[in-house]
């Protein structure tokens, strides 16, 4: 698995992918650096080929607004409305590329923002990890998961 | 870490939910057993850590195992001791009758591999696993949701069946149950196989199988450190490395007839609806899986509660910044349930360029299953009282509100790079066949062609079963392992 070494985020890259991706997650910028920085961390553990996919992805999702929208800027330079646009024309684009590629950034980065403490805890849940109570049992699991354990044993 | 050596009976190729069982049963037999397994060995600080984590740890190529043809689709495969069994939802289905006629029968094996027999290894398995009903606690608002669905519209359905001892609910089997109330194999036949002698070795890939004068003798393969290794097998080779790498190590080894070992790839494909309540179903609490309609498995596909978690969830999700926030601002309330597929589709695998090449596209007759399915799941969303459905289909409707936003799901796009789908079912890449001309093993899961070597895992069916596979996969790996307990030395 750790054939991916060499593909990663440089500090650079890492703040501009936190611009764009705040703006397709709709997250602060305290978020969205977290989430960009696990991208980083994810480009690195993955293997080889889907880093470099990956990795390219995030370079034309950065760099393409002069095709896309027609502003020859990086897309964490573009203002608020424009880089909504921007984005947009990923994600409806008529190409299946186009849109199967902005639909790799944005999964990898839902695996990060899903796991992100803040935004577990805006919906009440528990943490990605699981929290064990001394004896090993799993804390916060369903209300009716005594009772239906209770049946299962015997069910079994 | 240990490392293998030496020389046993049988050496026993992946320790998943074919390569457990096997190699259990040849111990029980007596025989000297060597289980390899490619993947780690699953600690308990391994369980329970997040969609990410386990992927990373649990799951072949890091999750990102695709199929490529017309779309990308993703195969999710285990990738640890105990293999897919350790990752999967915990769904045990006996193979009914039709799917054991139309596997078996129409290649002229029904005799071979009788139902009765496949019924007496079912009871035994399911003893060895605590196979038991769902219990109503932990159905969890999903399947409740889909039952009352089921219900009103007049589908067959039921509480699924699962391998689970006293869950406890956290609707994390996909990341290895935390608690490991799961019963998956690393947790019930692995262990039970080493207390009857047979020798597993981690972090183990078997690369190649040898054979001197028509007879495999043993395998060579390299470990997790990059050590080669050998082991000599005085009877035979179990393969059971999964519809995916049995095929490859077939072909690294050149064993099989050549056209077949890795043709005729299957699978069931599957896509997911998810539909939003007024109250909440908090999908993290319940089983993870625990209800599903097969009123239309005779049409070719079947429904069941998938519970994703949020990390998965707002992936399909149209839209972002502020839109995707008002959709994902839902979850609490949402309801995700799947359609899966039997599909008649072949793809194939093969080594390809940065390692394994599955080449697959569903052909339109499954597009036309899936497309019907997810409509059944708007509709059965609606009748359980959702305000609204998200179809997930790529130029169809965003969202689905009243029974009049249904009837344009018929017009849904059945070219599947509109759809978001996925596999976790994998076959017929070393299919059964009375003859070398029509596949890879004999009705004696016996590779043609070489003596010694058997495949005891998905790549063996010859069709798809439209059923959840593990049970069927480890009846058919206790039957042959049974059988293959008395081959002689070479």
Redesign the interface.
């Known amino acids: 698995m750790g054939v991916g070494r060499s593909v990663g985020l440089g500090r650079g890259a890492e703040r501009r992918l936190a611009v764009v991706l705040g703006a397709m997650l709709g997250e602060p910028a305290g978020i969205a650096e977290d989430v960009a920085a696990f991208f980083g961390q994810y480009l690195r553990r993955a293997p080889l080929l889907a880093a470099v996919g990956l990795r390219l992805m995030v370079w034309a999702l950065e760099w393409l607004p002069v095709v896309f929208v027609g502003r020859p800027l990086p897309a964490s330079a573009l203002g608020p409305e424009v880089l909504a646009r921007y984005l947009g024309r990923w994600a409806g684009a008529r190409s299946y590329l186009v849109r199967e590629g902005f639909f790799l950034v944005k999964m990898v980065a839902l695996l990060g923002w899903g796991a992100h403490p803040a935004v577990r805890a805006r919906y009440g849940m528990p943490g990605v990890a699981v929290v064990r109570a001394p004896g090993g049992a799993v804390v916060g699991t369903a209300e009716g998961a005594v009772a239906g354990a209770q049946q299962g044993t015997e069910g079994s | 870490m240990s490392h293998a050596e030496g020389s046993c009976d049988f050496v026993v190729v992946g320790s998943g939910a074919g390569g457990a069982t096997a190699a259990m049963i040849l111990a029980e037999a007596g025989r000297e057993v060597v289980l390899l397994e490619e993947g780690p060995a699953v600690r308990d600080e391994d ?7 386990a ?2 740890r649990l799951f072949r ?2 999750g ?1 195992q695709v199929a490529v043809g017309r ?2 689709i993703p195969v999710l495969q285990g990738r640890c001791v105990g293999g897919t069994t350790v990752v999967n939802g915990a769904i045990v289905w006996r193979m009914p009758e039709d799917v054991h006629a139309r596997c078996f029968g129409a290649i002229g094996a029904a005799e071979a591999i009788p139902l009765r027999e496949m019924e007496r290894c079912f009871d035994r398995i399911e003893r060895d696993h ?11 608002r999903n399947g409740l949701l889909m039952r009352g669905a089921a219900e009103k519209l007049g589908l067959e359905g039921h509480v699924i069946r699962r391998n ?9 089997c996909l990341e290895a149950c ?2 490991k ?1 799961k019963q998956s194999v690393e947790q019930t036949y692995v262990p039970r196989a080493v207390a009857r002698g047979a020798r597993l070795y981690a972090g183990h890939e078997v690369r190649h199988i040898e054979v001197q004068g028509g007879r495999a003798v043993g395998v060579q393969g390299r470990d997790a450190e990059g050590r080669a290794f050998r082991v000599t097998a005085r009877r035979g080779v179990v393969v059971a490395a999964s519809a995916v790498q049995s095929p490859l190590l077939l072909q690294r080894s050149g064993l099989g007839p050549r056209g077949q070992v890795g043709a005729h790839f299957m699978a069931h494909p599957a896509a997911a609806v998810s539909g939003v309540y007024r109250d909440e179903v908090k999908l ?4 993870t899986q625990t209800y599903e309609v097969d009123h239309f498995r005779q049409e070719g596909f079947k429904l069941e509660t998938a519970s994703l ?8 999700m ?8 008002e959709k994902i601002g839902d ?2 309330r949402t309801a995700v349930w799947g359609v899966q597929v039997r599909a008649e589709a072949e793809g194939k695998v093969r080594r390809g ?3 394994t090449s599955i080449a697959y596209t569903p052909e339109a007759r499954d597009m036309e299953r899936i497309r019907r399915g997810a409509r059944v799941l708007c509709e059965m969303h609606l009748a359980a009282g959702a305000t609204h459905v998200y179809p997930g289909v ?1 130029g169809g409707p965003e969202v689905v509100r009243s029974e009049a936003d249904l009837r344009a799901l018929g017009e849904l796009p059945l070219d599947p ?1 509109a759809w978001s789908l996925i596999i976790s079912h994998v076959f017929g890449t070393c299919r059964m066949s009375r003859d070398a001309r029509g596949g890879v093993v004999g009705h004696d899961f016996g590779v043609h062609g070489v003596k010694g070597v058997w495949v005891v895992d998905a790549s063996i069916f010859a069709t798809t079963p439209g059923v959840n596979p593990q049970h069927s996969i480890m009846a058919l790996a206790m039957l042959a392992a049974e059988r293959i307990a008395e081959e002689r030395a070479g």
């Not at chain 2, 369980?47 to 984590?53: A, D, H, M």
């Not at chain 2, 689970?164 to 994390?172: E, F, I, N």
């Not at chain 2, 978690?309 to 399909?316: F, K, M, Q, T, Y």
């Not at chain 2, 149209?318 to 926030?325: E, L, P, T």
Request: net charge positive.
């Open positions: 369980r329970g850590l997040g969609t990410s984590e992927f990373f190529a890091g990102t779309s990308v605590a196979v038991a009903v769902t219990p109503e606690g932990l159905l969890g689970v001892l006293a869950c406890q609910g956290s609707s994390r935390p608690s109330r993290w609490q319940g089983g978690p949020l990390e998965l969830a707002g992936v399909r149209a839209g972002f910044g502020k839109v995707f926030q979850y609490q360029l940065g390692g790529h790079r």
